[in-house]
Nanobody, 115 residues
């Protein structure tokens, strides 16, 4: 059973940066497709970015050029570097781990972009 723990959220001003981390408690981390989702108040959860076991990466259009996803398999960790943050990026950000037949969610970390 995979467990995911996110960290790095907080309050930041527009134009600022944050780096989110997600640590997975699993021995086969490198085999997982890792992703970040977000859910703003009153809205559905949406995919932000994902990275496969082979390091294929893709982003939602609304974060392309601003956010960077990466993984460190030696630390069982996936990161989301968020730059040039906008108020509309305010949301709870969730880590997601997927492999054949299983999907696991973290509890989320809140990102608030406000002046």
């Amino acid at each position: 059973q995979v467990q995911l723990v996110e960290s790095g959220g907080g309050l930041v001003q527009p134009g600022g940066s944050l780096r989110l981390s997600c640590v997975a408690s699993v021995n086969t981390f490198s085999r997982y497709v890792m992703a970040w989702y977000r859910q703003a108040p009153g809205k559905q959860r949406e995919l932000v970015a994902f990275i496969t076991s082979g390091n294929y990466i893709d982003y939602a259009d609304f974060v392309k050029g601003r956010f960077t996803i990466s993984r460190d398999n030696t630390k069982n960790t996936v990161y989301l570097q968020m730059n040039n943050l906008k108020p509309e990026d305010t949301a709870v950000y969730y880590c997601n781990a997927k492999t054949s037949g299983t999907t696991t969610w973290g509890k989320g970390t809140l990102v608030t972009v406000s002046s």
